[in-house]
């Protein structure tokens, strides 16, 4: 029950991020074009992608030694003094380079290299909010408070997106965009930090080797979530307009929205593992994984039914010029759906301290999906950068269940459950394709037609999934009237 209220506490701060997102992305491509929303997203892209692997390895590592139990203090004060020497180092790496670039290259020579010697400021402090909100996460994941960790992201994705809209409408343009995501970052890093009161220790060299020790295989991980999120669009920036990347960006966000559920539960299972796993209570480990797995695609399998029949109307939300991203919509989706289950996999790996083995499966995905983006995209354009993402997660899946059978012995898959889903998808995008004709034009009619497929498909999982209807029971019990 609690750990099923904390998921449930943190999937719901996260679709309120969705929304807030969705809105925010709504208003950049509305009123500055797909031109103006690529630009954001390469800039962002920067700030994210290469320069916040340390922030995502040392907080892996914050996470899981804090979650341990012994030495908390020390082993966060560690953490956030290493990640903010490490941020600051980048963000004057990346003030410098931007100044330096337009005497080396012509800016107007593409996307990645204009917006980098453009931006250079606002994404040098992007950088550095980027490393404080994610110090701040691990810390209170670490301690197992994930629901609160959650409430936290909502809130920073409220406040940015009301910094952002109100920034566009007073006519400022994508300096503002960056600038007002950074500083949203930086204000909840601290507010997090002050209400988790954390007692400051001073570290000592213990407790830097066991960070380091655990960071130097999860850098792997951060890099994999970062290529995960990021790599297509470095490299669109090299080969298409930002017109291209903005809607390649509205895309990802829409299918992104379907992936919320699997990442509240990694996060809230994860501390749970690890503190587990330290009495290698593996039965208990496999129960967990089988409790994830059967949660995380529930959104993402009616999803990929959905974007194949009503993708082009989903997209034309933004604008009619969105809907040529229809195709690379339905491919995102099927890429979230391998990667669902993947994160869920080496989610286990990293909680029973196996970052070796993470390591190594997350490798593999960053080659791949490097390799085929830039094979794809040069091959066959910007379908090709979906492609490869959808290709490189499927590998990791495979990878990531063998790593698993190879350490705790083959998991239980929950096929039962995923066939129930499928089927409940199959009706579902069935009754919608036959009321498509019925439904108003526009947005009014798109919104009716996503209201009518939602329902209906949760309406016929709990009817038909005696555990999915279980757990709805045993959470709704647990919720004071």
Same mark, same amino acid.
């Given at each position: ?35 103006? *929303? ?7 892209? *920067? /700030? ?30 560690? /953490? ?83 910094? $952002? ?58 890099? $994999? ?24 960006? #509205?895309?990802? /966000? ?35 994984? =089988? ?52 994160? $869920? ?7 029973? =301290? ?66 129930? $889903? ?10 919608? #394709? ?19 497929? #939602? ?22 019990? /647990?919720?004071?009237?």
């Amino acid at each position: 029950m609690r750990l099923g209220k904390t998921a449930l506490i943190h999937f719901g701060s996260n679709v309120v991020v969705s929304a807030t997102g969705f809105v925010a992305t709504f208003a950049i491509a509305y009123l500055l074009g797909p031109a103006g *929303l690529g630009e954001y997203a390469i800039a962002t892209a *920067l /700030g994210f992608f290469w320069l916040a692997i340390p922030a995502g390895a040392i907080g892996a590592a914050i996470r899981k030694r804090v979650s341990e139990g012994s030495d908390r203090a020390a082993f966060a004060t560690t /953490g956030l003094l290493l990640n903010g020497l490490v941020g600051l180092l980048l963000a004057v790496t990346v003030f410098l380079v931007g100044a330096a670039l337009p005497t080396i290259v012509d800016p107007s020579g593409n996307e990645f290299v204009r917006v980098l010697s453009t931006y250079n400021i606002p994404i040098a402090v992007l950088v550095l909010g980027s490393y404080g909100y994610r110090s701040m996460t691990a810390v209170l994941q670490g301690h197992k408070r994930v629901g609160t960790s959650g409430i936290m992201n909502a809130g920073e994705r409220i406040l940015r997106t009301l910094a $952002q809209v109100a920034a566009l409408v007073a006519g400022f343009g994508v300096t503002a965009l960056v600038v007002g995501h950074a500083a949203t970052l930086v204000l909840t890093a601290v507010v997090g930090l002050s209400i988790l009161g954390i007692r400051v220790s001073v570290p000592d060299r213990r407790h830097v080797e066991s960070l380091m020790a655990y960071a130097r295989y999860a850098w792997m991980g951060a890099l $994999q979530s970062r290529t995960f999120g990021w790599m297509d669009t470095i490299v669109l920036s090299f080969f298409v307009s930002a017109t291209f990347v903005g809607i390649y960006e #509205a895309a990802w /966000g829409v299918a992104s929205l379907l992936a919320a559920i699997s990442s509240s539960i990694q996060r809230t299972l994860f501390p749970e593992m690890s503190d587990l796993s330290t009495d290698a209570d593996f039965d208990r480990v496999k129960h967990y994984l =089988d409790e994830g797995l059967v949660f995380s695609g529930v959104f993402v399998i009616p999803g990929f039914f959905g974007a194949a029949l009503l993708g082009d109307r989903i997209l034309a939300f933004y604008s009619p010029e969105f809907t040529r991203g229809a195709t690379v919509l339905v491919v995102l989706v099927l890429a979230y759906g391998f990667d669902v289950y993947a994160s $869920q996999i080496l989610n286990v790996i990293n909680a029973i =301290d196996h970052p070796d083995v993470a390591y190594r499966v997350n490798g593999s995905f960053i080659v791949s999906n490097l390799v085929l983006n830039v094979v794809l995209v040069g091959a066959i354009g910007w379908v090709g950068a979906a492609l490869a993402t959808a290709a490189s997660s499927m590998l990791r899946l495979g990878l990531g269940y063998r790593g698993l059978s190879t350490l705790i012995g083959q998991p239980r898959i929950p096929t039962r459950e995923l066939v129930l $889903q499928i089927a409940s998808a199959t009706v579902m995008v069935g009754v919608v #394709a036959a009321i498509r004709p019925l439904a108003f034009s526009g947005r009014v009619g798109t919104i009716q037609l996503v209201a009518v497929g #939602a329902t209906l498909y949760v309406l016929l999982l709990i009817a038909l999934s005696g555990r999915v209807r279980g757990k709805v029971r045993t959470l709704l019990s /647990g919720i004071p009237s």
